[in-house]
């Protein structure tokens, strides 16, 4: 069965790769894809481009995620946000969602187990917000080029726990070396013992398949989303 929706990718990087690698198995083909040689001024987001298309799949640079999802969502197509860095300009994009009638969904990560290990981390939180002998710290390690340090997704790990009532210090730190996918790992410790959760990436793939589940889910769906809704709900 040929596929049945058409994919647009802002951001035609490493991911973005492997999302058009993976589009077929999900039902998309890819119609179109903006690079920072046919985009670097959003010239490539006009409705000629983007006609036809149903879903857009950003992973480009923080910078530009306001104006794709502005630009994007007047001309009426869906959007997966997967780009990190740019989350002071939340409101603005959410407004552009509700301005427009469209569906986004945003995660700061697509990795289905990062996910889960969210909802892991929150609820280890919980249980020890009690016990003030417990400190925390919250630490990751990321490849050399990934550009913002710490990551959206120990930031979301963080907010996870201080949601969850952890109102103690919790101590952040980042490491950017090499060719690393990504470790995350959140740490409780005592004078009698140490809780140690981690989550190690093996490839890039799990965010791209992700990234992919979420939009099929979007096709169709209209307002602000995140990718816990497409999982867990």
Do not use: C
Not at 128 to 138: R, T
Request: proline share 5%; aromatic share 10%; hydrophobic share 45%.
């Amino acid at each position: 069965m040929p596929p049945e929706h058409k994919l647009a990718i802002v951001g035609y990087g490493k991911m973005g790769r492997l999302i058009e690698q993976f589009a077929p198995e999900y039902g998309f083909t890819v119609a179109l894809k903006l690079d920072e040689f046919n985009n670097a001024a959003f010239e490539g987001v006009t409705p000629a481009n983007f006609q036809g298309i149903d879903i857009a799949v950003d992973f480009s640079i923080p910078a530009a995620v306001p104006e794709n999802v502005d630009r994007i969502a007047a001309l009426g197509v869906n959007i997966v946000v997967g780009t990190t860095g740019w989350l002071g300009e939340l409101e603005r994009v959410k407004a552009a969602v509700d301005r427009h009638g469209v569906g986004l969904v945003w995660s700061p990560n697509y990795s289905i187990g990062v996910n889960a290990f969210f909802r892991l981390v929150s609820e280890a939180a919980r249980l020890l917000a009690g016990e003030p002998s417990y400190g925390a710290w919250a630490w990751e390690i990321h490849h050399s080029t990934k550009k913002d340090a710490p990551s959206g997704t120990l930031l979301k790990l963080v907010e996870e726990m201080k949601n969850a009532g952890f109102a103690r210090p919790i101590d952040v730190s980042a490491n950017r070396a090499g060719a690393h996918p990504g470790t995350h790992e959140i740490g409780f410790d005592s004078a009698a013992d140490t809780i140690t959760l981690r989550h190690t990436a093996r490839s890039r793939e799990g965010f791209a398949r992700g990234a992919l589940k979420a939009a099929q889910w979007l096709v169709g769906q209209k307002g602000f989303h995140e990718f816990s809704e497409v999982l867990f709900q």
